[in-house]
């Protein structure tokens, strides 16, 4: 028998096991509160935002896996800034910290192509100009020069 996928989309850390989720996981026998708690605790860092889920089950062992999707980096920036959209104009709206661009380089980091934390750090940057989003208060291109003479490199080891 093949394996049967269910997505739903939850709020980090706070999947039921109520609609949609019981229904579906109910009728596969598997404990529908062990299924949450996997979901809550894979998900706790995206809390408050909606994160799309994969609960992928084998009916005939009852196993499960849980594969996270990612909300968009504009997502966790402005969610990390409180912001409610990036910039129109071009003109700076926000302002992160290197441990707050950190923070969502570890929340993106499965889903960036770059092979190392620099790398996905740089993305993520690229991100941040395009909302009008500065970081440390200077410019993309003048943080991406001080990461490239390794004036972060304490920061990246993984």
Do not use: H, W, Y
């Not at 093949?2 to 996981?25: D, F, H, N, S, W």
């Amino acid at each position: 028998m093949k394996k049967e996928t269910i997505e739903i989309l939850v709020e980090g850390g706070r999947a039921t096991g109520g609609p949609p989720l019981g229904p579906q996981i109910g009728p596969l026998g598997l404990n529908i509160n062990e299924v949450v708690n996997a979901i809550n605790e894979k998900t706790s860092s995206f809390e408050g935002m909606k994160i799309p889920v994969k609960v992928i089950v084998d009916p005939e062992t009852k196993k499960f896996e849980i594969e996270l999707g990612s909300p968009p980096t504009s997502a966790l920036i402005k969610k990390e800034l409180g912001l409610e959209k990036g910039s129109t104009n071009g003109k700076p709206v926000g302002n992160l910290s290197f441990d707050q661009l950190m923070r969502i380089v570890k929340m993106k980091r499965d889903s960036l192509l770059s092979n190392d934390l620099k790398g996905a750090a740089k993305e993520i940057i690229g991100t941040c100009k395009s909302m009008g989003v500065t970081i440390e208060g200077k410019d993309a291109k003048e943080i991406i020069r001080e990461i490239d003479s390794g004036e972060f490199d304490d920061r990246f080891k993984e």
